[in-house]
């Protein structure tokens, strides 16, 4: 892996040139998180966030794909184990790699947020800072564009982290808590004083939303970040119902299969999400609001829809692939 990803200074899919200090630290963290974990290759794949009320795509989740002799693993247990056995070094590069592939890929059209996850281990380090001002030192990617997502593993006390968290948002980068599954970690972050930008509930609440005491413990947390200004993300959104459910809880932001699956072109993820949005919003008027298909603003929305189609099928190398 570490000859595929540094080799002249060009990022896994090509593109924009990495500047040889930065060459050098990605290059230093590839030899040791691979000297540590087996891992011949390291993929980057983006999926949407969506804001599915206003309809349209607010962010793209950088998410590390390794694989070890040409076949994918489990990225969770892949980064837990290069987490234990190499420190903050498995975050580190799979955050430059995403903020590459950012830099490399992502049409100047596009004005969404990248999503990065990192470990609370990693973002009390001083080397995070230090990488994170390295990347955001090159042309193309800004502060406000980055949002850092606060994975739960491994756990640390809320007053370790309290300070990097406030540093990132001093610094203009977003700061969200991802996968919450227990209502109380906003609680405890809030009683210390500190507010996310953004909360990212978990995909096993989101799924049991039909289950009153879960509505009914989460609806007073979803209400409390709405009064703090704090956005809420619901993940694992995969169905119609999903999406419905959502709207009754005044939920804005979603993620998950029915936006669009992991992909690893930028474009492509982006121009997915919209696809589905213009779907369901077709659905919405004419199942919801029980519009004729010959109202104009049905015709309207069905003609985004098949220009949006045209331009998935012009992307390069997706004429003729079935989906």
Known sequence: MDKELCNGKKSP????????????????????VT?????DAFDVVF???????????????????????????APDAWFR???DKCGADADLMAVMLAMHRWLS?????????????????????????????????????????VVIELLEYPPIAIHEVLGPLRTLQRMGVRVALDDISDAQAYRDFAAHGFYPDIVKIDKSIVRRWEDPSTRAAWQDII???????VRVVAEGV????????????????????????????????????????????????????????TDPAVVKQ??????????????????????
């Open 13 to 32: 899919s090509g593109g924009v040139y990495l500047p040889t200090e930065v060459e050098n630290v990605l290059h230093g963290l590839v030899q040791r």
């Open 35 to 39: 000297r540590a974990v087996p891992c």
């Open 47 to 73: 999926q949407p966030l969506v804001d599915h009320c206003n309809r349209h795509v607010v962010g793209l989740e950088a998410l590390g794909r390794p694989a070890v002799r040409g076949v994918p693993v």
């Open 81 to 83: 184990e290069a987490s």
């Open 105 to 145: 890929c992502k049409p100047s059209s596009i004005p969404v947020r990248l999503f990065v996850n990192v470990t609370p281990m990693t973002v009390c380090q001083d080397a995070f800072f230090e990488t994170l001002d390295l990347m955001l030192s090159l042309d193309g990617v800004s502060a406000s564009e």
């Open 223 to 229: 209400q409390a970040c709405r009064s703090d200004g």
């Open 238 to 293: 995969e169905t119609l119902d999903h999406v419905l459910q959502l709207l009754d809880l005044d939920i804005h932001l979603s993620q998950g299969y029915y936006w669009g699956e992991p992909l690893p072109d930028i474009q492509r993820a982006h121009l997915h999400a919209e696809i589905e949005l213009s779907r369901y919003r077709l659905f919405y008027m004419t199942q919801q609001l029980r519009l004729p298909i």
């Open 302 to 323: 069905s003609q985004e829809l098949d220009d949006l189609l045209l331009r998935y099928l012009a992307l390069p190398g997706q004429r003729g692939r079935r989906e």
